[in-house]
């Protein structure tokens, strides 16, 4: 797997690094330096698992021996879901495929940049925000090549091994992003399409303090389309959300936070400066 990203070592972490949660029975996170995981199935030696999103660069063999003391060693898991392709949510997907060899799933829209066709737009350092969003030039933006079974999600909205649950095409932060909801009791697992940290401050990431955001404001190229995707996540009514970066959210403070981050889009997540808003916002 040819990743420039997978050995730069990215130093900022938080107080919840290393600390699982388990948010519901067969959903539990994991957060690593600054990003979270999800592990979902039944907590059992053998059980069935998937595993949403790949963390940080050199993260794998800490995300292996989390999954090892859920579900037992020797027990892959039957996939791994990427919500999207950004340095943050990939870093570790080398050791993870090497020692598991599961087949990878992302969006059709997603597969050029993780097949070395197209990199991402490069991080954007002048946008309003904190000290995470001054540093950002640091952050790998190069396409990865996925060697292993690198598949697109299926068109038909199912989410492989996931029996109960639809991914959503949730665009903005990425072009191929995706969000995974369960109808049945409103759970969903968000990505970056909205986070619940301010992503951009070190201070906040550090200390996890929750707040509703739109996504990074740094790596986030079009901002209509992330209102939109917000709009379609709030019109589900989620019952928790575990999101990309920050603490779990769920119940009326899941509520009545979305709806704000919808009314107040413009005021909560576009950055008055940036490159990717300059020219776009009055």
Known sequence: ?????????????SIDSGIGQQVISDLYYFPFQIVNVVFYGQPGEGNDWVLIDAGMPRSGDN??????????KNNPPKALILTHGHFDH??????????????????ELELPFLQGEQDYPEPDPTVEGGLLAKISPYYPNEAIVVEGDLRALPMDGSVPFMEGW?????????????SLYRESD??????????????????????????????????????????????KL???HPTIAITGHGRPMEGETLRENLQMLVEKFDEIAIPDYGKFVDGKKD
């Open 1 to 13: 797997m040819k990743n420039k990203a997978e050995n730069r070592f990215i130093p900022m972490t």
């Open 63 to 72: 995300i292996i021996k989390e999954a090892e003391e859920r579900f037992g």
């Open 90 to 107: 990939i870093g570790g997907i080398t050791e993870l495929i090497e020692k598991w060899k599961m087949p990878v799933y992302a969006h």
């Open 166 to 178: 639809k991914w959503i095409h949730t665009p903005g932060h990425t072009q191929g992003h995706v």
């Open 186 to 231: 409103g759970a969903l697992i968000a990505g970056d399409a909205f986070v619940t940290v301010k992503q951009e401050s070190l201070y906040k990431v550090f200390t996890q303090e929750q707040e509703i955001s739109g996504p990074p404001r740094y790596l986030t190229p079009d901002w209509e389309a992330a209102r939109t995707s917000v709009e």
């Open 234 to 236: 709030a019109s589900l």
